[in-house]
């Protein structure tokens, strides 16, 4: 059965992350796809105009989609297999409260503030609650670079980039055992490294896939 590929389905809602604009839906169905017919929950930080949720609802039919926003008008976007939170998805505390709610993500995508400090918390909030085998995705980490920096002051509070710490969890992934005696950047990596299966890196995106178990299984 020939089926729409994920940038196909997100022409029919207005979303930037089609081929045209950012271009991720390429990018992120090639990791995807094998889900689309599963029932799993799917995270979202950032709703904006609600084209991003139903793209996800459209292209994942037996999937629960949260969407999650600190403005209240995003709240229209709900209904159907799309519910949205309203919160700051820095606070630890609401983002456990939503797993409580939903259950662990099998997909969670970072589209939120596109601070450096933000995007980096996240992750490591939230890739230890993506369940063994699922996917965490962090996008627009073009921030990390000079000419958005030139615009606002998207370091946040962290004194590295979002893209540099990729960078060291990446490093150690790769590097593994051959790097024998070098520490690992900080405690999130030195732990979750071994179930990192990938570091995947795009066009202004990423997309780390988490391993069955830590040292083994697919990636």
Request: contains cysteine.
């Amino acid at each position: 059965m020939n089926r729409n590929t994920l940038d196909e389905v997100a022409e029919r809602f207005n979303t930037d992350k089609v081929s045209n604009l950012h271009d991720f839906l390429r990018f992120y169905h090639r990791r995807l796809s094998h889900l689309r017919d599963e029932k799993f929950v799917l995270y979202e930080v950032g709703v904006l105009n609600g084209g991003s949720v139903k793209t996800w609802e459209a292209y994942f039919p037996n999937a629960t989609i949260v969407g999650i926003d600190i403005d209240p008008r995003c709240t229209e976007f709900e209904g159907g297999n799309i519910h949205i939170r309203i919160g700051d998805a820095s606070r630890v505390d609401f983002m456990f409260d939503l797993v409580t709610e939903f259950g662990r993500p099998t997909v969670f995508v970072e589209d939120g503030s596109h601070r450096w400090d933000h995007q980096i918390s996240t992750l490591q909030t939230m890739f230890p609650l993506v369940v063994p085998g699922g996917f965490y995705i962090m996008e627009d980490i073009d921030t990390s670079f000079q000419e958005h920096l030139e615009k606002a002051p998207f370091e946040g509070l962290s004194t590295i980039s979002a893209v540099d710490y990729l960078f060291k969890l990446a490093r150690v992934v790769i590097g593994e055992r051959a790097l024998k005696d070098e520490k690992p950047y900080d405690l999130f990596i030195n732990d979750w490294a071994p179930w990192v299966g990938s570091v995947d890196l795009g066009r202004r995106t990423s997309v780390i896939s988490k391993k069955l178990a830590p040292g083994g299984g697919p990636i």
